[in-house]
C-alpha cells in the first residue's frame, strides 16, 4: 500500500525537524567554547580533540547505521540515534574534565552516527523513484536550516544561562522529539510482506565494492574537510581573531548557513534537469567555485567582505553535498539505499574527525591563515576526484549496482 500523500509529508517533516536538532546540538559546543574552554582550561589543540572526537564517533558507526536501517528499518534506528544523542547532549553539560568531556562526546557520535543513512531511507522509500534525488536533496538541507537556526537560539540560552544548562535543555528537546515522531511514524520495512525490502548480505557485498560510490564518497571526503572545518572553528575565529562578541556571532553566523540551505535544498532537482548523466560536471564547478571562495575569505579585509565570501562558499560546497545524498538514491534499489548512503557518510565524517583537530593544530602552531590553505586544498581534491566520477542518464527507475558494473 502506497503512503498517503499527507502521511510522506508528515515524516518529511519530521525528519526535517530532527536534523535540525542535530545540527542545533553540535553548533552549541562551537558558541560555548570559549566559555567550557576557560573553565576546563583547554588549549586549542585539546579543544580540536574534542570537536573532533564526536565526528571520529560518528564516522565508525555510517557502515553500520546503514546495514542497520536497511535491514531492520528506518524508524527504529531513528528513534536509537535520537534517544542517544539527546542523552548525550544532557550529560555534555555534566562534564568536569577534559577526558570526561572527550568520552561524551564520543558516545555522542556513536549515537547520532545511525541517523543520516536511516533518515535519509526513511523519507525516500515513501516517494516514487523520479522524486527521490530531489526529496533527498531537501532533506539534507536541514542540516543547514539547524545551523542557521542554531546560534539564534543558542546565543540568549548561552548569554542568560550557563552553557552546561544549555546542553541540558536542548537534550531534553530531542527527548521530546523522539516521543512525537515513534507515536506518528511506522516501520515500513518491518511492516513490509516481502523479504525483498531487506537488505541481504550478497546486496551489501554489491554495494560495497561499487568504485563509484566510493568516488563520490571521496569527493564530499573532500567538501566534508571544508564542512566540518568551518563549522567547528568559525565561530572561534570570528570571535578570537575578529573581535566579535557572542551576540555579534549569532547574528552573522545564519548567512551562510541560509545560502546553504538554499543551495541544498534545490541541489536535487539541479542534478535531476541539467546535470543527468553529467553529474560529475555538477561537483566540478561546484569545487572549483568553493576553493576560489575560500580563497576571497582568506584575503578579505572587512566582516562585510568575509561573510559574503563564506556565503558563496557554503552556496557551492552544499551543491557537492546535494548530489552527493542524492545520487545513490538514483542508481540504488530501495533495499540498498541505506547502505550506500552510509558508505557517502563513512567518507564525508571522517573529514569530521580530521578537519577539527588539524586546524586546531595549525592555530596553535601557525595561524588561522594556515588553516584556509588547507581548506581550499580540500575543496580541490574533490575537484580532481569528480574528474575520476562518470554516471549514466537514468529517465524512469533506477538502475541496478549489477547493470552498472558492466
Request: with cysteine; glycine share 8%; charged share 10%.
Amino acid at each position: 500500500m502506497r503512503p498517503s500523500s499527507h502521511y510522506k509529508h508528515w515524516v518529511l517533516f519530521l525528519l526535517y525537524v530532527a536534523w535540525c536538532i542535530a545540527f542545533i546540538d553540535r553548533v552549541v559546543l562551537s558558541m560555548g567554547a570559549p566559555a567550557i574552554t576557560a573553565e576546563l582550561n583547554l588549549s586549542p589543540s585539546e579543544l580540536g580533540l574534542v570537536l573532533s572526537v564526536f565526528y571520529f564517533g560518528f564516522w565508525l558507526m555510517q557502515l553500520p547505521g546503514g546495514w542497520l536501517a536497511d535491514r531492520f528499518g528506518a524508524k527504529y534506528v531513528v528513534i536509537m540515534a535520537i534517544g542517544l544523542w539527546s542523552l548525550f547532549t544532557m550529560l555534555t553539560g555534566f562534564a568536569g574534565s577534559l577526558a570526561s568531556l572527550i568520552l561524551i562526546r564520543l558516545l555522542f557520535g556513536l549515537g547520532e552516527g545511525a541517523f543520516p543513512s536511516a533518515a535519509i531511507k526513511n523519507a525516500a522509500e515513501n516517494y516514487p523513484a523520479t522524486q527521490k534525488p530531489k526529496i533527498t536533496s531537501l532533506l539534507v538541507s536541514s542540516n543547514y536550516v539547524g545551523s542557521m537556526i542554531a546560534p539564534l537560539l543558542i546565543a540568549p540560552l548561552l548569554l542568560n544561562f550557563q552553557w552546561r544548562h544549555s546542553f541540558m535543555l536542548i537534550g531534553i528537546l530531542g527527548l521530546v522529539f523522539v516521543l512525537i515522531y515513534s507515536l506518528t511514524v511506522r516501520n515500513t520495512a518491518v511492516n513490509s510482506a516481502s523479504s525483498r525490502e531487506r537488505i541481504n548480505f550478497k546486496d551489501m557485498r554489491e554495494v560495497l565494492k561499487h568504485p563509484l560510490l566510493w568516488k563520490i564518497a571521496a569527493a564530499w571526503f573532500g567538501l566534508s574537510l571544508i564542512n566540518k572545518g568551518l563549522d567547528s572553528w568559525m565561530p572561534v575565529y570570528l570571535m578570537k581573531e575578529r573581535h566579535l562578541d557572542l551576540k555579534a556571532v549569532g547574528v552573522l553566523l545564519p548567512i551562510p548557513y541560509l545560502m546553504a540551505g538554499i543551495a541544498t535544498a534545490i541541489g536535487g532537482w539541479v542534478m535531476v534537469k541539467f546535470f543527468n548523466g553529467r553529474e560529475n560536471m555538477m561537483l566540478l564547478f561546484s569545487a572549483l567555485f568553493t576553493a576560489i571562495s575560500i580563497g576571497c575569505m582568506y584575503r578579505a579585509e572587512s566582516l562585510t567582505g568575509l561573510i559574503v565570501a563564506q556565503s558563496f562558499t557554503y552556496f557551492f560546497k552544499s551543491f557537492v553535498l546535494a548530489v552527493a545524498v542524492a545520487l545513490p538514491t538514483k542508481i540504488l534499489a530501495p533495499r540498498m539505499i541505506g547502505t550506500g548512503i552510509g558508505i557517502i557518510n563513512f567518507g564525508g565524517q571522517a573529514a569530521g574527525f580530521i578537519a577539527p583537530l588539524g586546524i586546531g593544530l595549525m592555530v596553535q602552531y601557525f595561524s588561522f591563515g594556515s588553516a584556509f590553505l588547507f581548506l581550499m586544498g580540500a575543496a580541490a581534491f574533490s575537484s580532481v576526484i569528480s574528474l575520476t566520477i562518470r554516471t549514466t542518464k537514468t529517465v524512469h527507475e533506477p538502475v541496478t549496482l549489477t547493470s552498472l558494473n558492466k
